[in-house]
């Protein structure tokens, strides 16, 4: 998607969550970063994703110090993961003016509450079967 945008003209930089080359066969991505989700779940200093995150605020940075950037719209739009590290770097970065998250991963992490699923990663379902309560927060309302 980056690459169509870059071609109406935009100032486009794509990001992959991982760290790995996006353009690589299946099988290259196979056990590179198995259960990426888990590391670090109790401690939100080593979370994988304080990492991802970081790098999307820093790649928003470059974008903004770029002399051809108009000074005025950063925009950040992703799907899945790229819509969670979207509304993360949306609400982190003060010069971010517009955020399209598409079908994002990492909401309604307290659906079971609720009666509703949960989404990826579903950390609550993770954090109830441990019993660990730095992960598993009780949502204080009750959402219909």
Known sequence: MVTARAAEGWMALNIEPHDLPGDQPAAF???KVPNYWAIGQDDKDQSYFVRMYLSAYRAADFLADQP????????VM??????????AT???????TAMMACVPSSCDLTGPEHGR???FPDWARSAQQKSNSKIWIRASISIP
């Open 29 to 31: 991505y196979s056990g």
């Open 68 to 75: 051809d950037w108009d000074g005025k719209t950063l925009v």
């Open 78 to 87: 992703g799907t899945s993961m790229g819509g969670q590290q979207t509304i």
């Open 90 to 96: 949306a609400g982190l970065h003060p010069k971010i």
């Open 117 to 119: 699923a949960a989404g």
